[in-house]
């Protein structure tokens, strides 16, 4: 069972910067993919960016050119790093992780305020 705990949500200005972390921790197993989804009260969590143990990434089309991704394999830890932030990104941000072995786990989730 893996412990994953995320931090770096707070409130921020529109076009100002935050920067999320994900550590997972316990008994590691091969992680297959880490990354981070929203969610807004009423709807479900969406895809926010993931990463792949290749190395290849996705993006949400509403944050290309505007946050990055990277994990760190040895910590299993895993960044991302929002610029020029918009009301519109205001949700709580969950770090998922999908280990080799198979299942999904989620962190608690921080939240992040945007205002104009």
């Known amino acids: 069972q893996l412990k994953i705990v995320e931090s770096g949500g707070g409130l921020a200005q529109s076009g100002e910067s935050l920067t999320l972390s994900c550590v997972a921790s316990g008994s590691l197993y091969n992680i297959e993919v880490m990354g981070w989804y929203r969610q807004v009260p009423g709807s479900p969590r969406t895809l926010v960016a993931h990463v792949k143990d290749s190395g290849v990434t996705q993006y949400a089309d509403s944050v290309k050119g505007r946050f990055t991704i990277s994990r760190d394999k040895t910590l299993n830890t895993l960044t991302l790093q929002m610029n020029n932030l918009k009301p519109e990104d205001t949700a709580v941000y969950y770090c998922?992780?999908?280990?080799?072995?198979?299942?999904?786990?989620w962190g608690q989730g921080t939240q992040v305020t945007v205002s104009s």
């Open positions: 998922r992780v999908v280990p080799s072995a198979g299942g999904v786990q």
